[in-house]
């Protein structure tokens, strides 16, 4: 083989992956969704970029043990649903991946109806934009109730890999369940979950 052949062939295989096809993009949005819709929120994690859930994990995991030491009755369910699966002593050793799962358990807990409707869904992807510089849009729609819902996320190429990006910056949705736990309350040493808590005189 000439060498010019030879230069060619490894430019080829430097160049990582082949660039993602509109259909391997349609399959990753399909797969999420099928397991998200089934609340199997662990193998959904599987489908996000490793670097948003780790961010969520880094974020949510410690608001979820201090929140976990409230006796707020608003918070206490808050806690029983992110910790779904986990025992107590095991909490603190959470994977990105059980951390994304509780997040949504939780939200599944606050809003059964809906969670309930997601399991009856269908997706069906409309669009996939590739500009060719390891980025995608999807465009799809979800059939709720006989109605048709457009969204869009974003995927990227990542260590050879494409993953779909969270909808929200994970700093966004970390500042959202602080204040949902109310977690921006504090005074002095003692963390106050809510301005209702019942604090016993020590």
């Known amino acids: 083989m000439k060498a010019r052949s030879i230069l060619a062939l490894l430019l080829l295989l430097a160049s990582g992956t082949a660039p993602a096809s509109e259909a391997d993009v349609t399959k990753l949005m399909e797969s999420y969704w099928r397991a998200y819709a089934r609340s199997d929120f662990v193998a959904a994690a599987a489908f996000l970029d490793p670097r948003d859930t780790g961010a969520l994990k880094e974020g949510l995991l410690p608001l979820f043990l201090r929140a976990a030491e409230s006796r707020n009755v ?3 369910p808050l806690v029983k649903a992110f910790f779904t699966g986990i025992p107590d002593g095991q909490r603190d050793k959470m994977n990105d991946a059980q951390v994304f799962a509780g997040m949504n ?7 059964p109806q809906v969670y309930a409707q ?6 069906r992807v409309t669009k996939v934009a590739l500009p060719g510089d390891g980025t995608a849009t999807v465009e799809y729609s979800i059939r709720v109730q006989e109605e048709d819902v457009t969204e869009s996320d974003q995927a ?16 966004v949705t970390i500042d959202r369940f602080r204040m949902l736990l109310g977690l921006e309350y504090e005074v002095g040493p003692e963390v106050k979950l809510s301005p209702t808590d019942n604090v016993e005189p020590q």
């Open 118 to 123: 997601l399991n009856r869904t269908s997706i």
């Open 74 to 76: 608003n918070v206490v």
């Open 105 to 111: 358990y939780m939200m599944r807990d606050v809003m």
């Open 156 to 171: 990227n190429l990542h260590d050879g890999r494409w993953y779909l990006r969270t909808r929200d910056a994970p700093a």
